[in-house]
């Protein structure tokens, strides 16, 4: 009998779904049983339940780290089109000209919006 390679990823994925099914049987079978009630706390830096460490990060760190994550990755798209600036055609030059323009104009209604403002 001949198998298509779609029967092939099929009878492949039947296999891992299976054999993975198996592991997690066998691990809930002979894993340990104890249920208490500090299982369910979630296990921070060895501070108890109650404990405060320090008080909650205010919103303008994560504004800045989302910022940080946009224009970080808007960078790596940049240095790839400008590593190949010389050889792309005039329609790709524009195109990342067009996108720098974006980014600037991103950055520019960041900064009059305050989020680079530190308080």
């Known amino acids: 009998m ?31 049983r ?7 706390i979630p296990f921070e830096s060895g501070l108890g339940r109650g404990s405060r460490s320090h008080p909650p990060l205010q919103v303008a760190f994560y504004l ?14 940049l240095f790839a089109w400008a590593v190949a600036f010389h050889t792309l055609p ?14 600037a104009l991103g950055w520019v209604y960041e900064w009059r919006m305050g989020a680079l403002r530190w308080h």
């Open 2 to 32: 001949v198998w298509s390679d779609a029967a092939r990823v099929g009878l492949f994925a039947l296999l891992v779904v299976l054999i993975l099914g198996a592991l997690l049987l066998l691990a809930r079978r002979l894993g340990p």
């Open 64 to 77: 800045l780290a989302v910022s940080f994550l946009v224009f970080e990755l808007e960078g790596a798209f």
């Open 34 to 40: 104890r249920v208490g009630q500090n299982q369910d």
């Open 90 to 103: 005039v329609r790709a030059v524009v195109g990342g000209l067009i996108f720098l323009l974006i980014l």
